[in-house]
């Protein structure tokens, strides 16, 4: 099971860190993911940190902004979030492969646990 928390609504500018509490898994065996998902739109990966959180990867879009982290002794990732924009608007979820993050780890489908959802609005 994954449970995100940490969501909310800013201002342009602010910052939030997300959590992803993870249980029922051995967690340091995978990598995490998180994702979003504004109205309308498919749903975009954001970023990876693999089972070791030496690699992480992340979208252009967020990239200098967002910063990816894992402590596996409380089986949690966070992701925080810098200089925050309306565009970032959207459903934020935290996911689970196995082991690595992959080459694909931008697209759902390598994911095998997914949790339910954190809003986060930027709004004026």
């Not at 065996?29 to 739109?41: D, L, T, V």
């Not at 492969?97 to 697209?107: D, E, G, K, T």
Request: glycine content about 8%; some cysteine; charged content about 15%.
């Amino acid at each position: 099971q994954l449970v995100e928390s940490g969501g909310g609504l800013v201002q342009p500018g602010d910052s939030l860190r997300l959590s992803c509490a993870a249980s029922g898994f051995t967690f340091d065996y995978y990598a995490i993911g998180w994702f979003r998902q504004a109205p309308g739109k498919e749903r975009e990966g954001v970023s990876c940190i693999n089972r070791r959180h030496i690699i992480t990867n992340y979208a252009d879009s967020v990239k200098g902004r967002f910063t990816i982290s894992r402590d596996n002794a409380k089986n949690t990732v966070y992701l925080q979030m810098n200089s925050l924009k309306p565009e970032d608007t959207a459903v934020y979820y935290c996911a689970a492969q196995r082991s690595y993050c992959s080459p694909m780890w931008s697209s759902a489908n390598v994911y095998a646990y997914w949790g339910q959802g954190t809003q986060v609005t930027v709004s004026a």
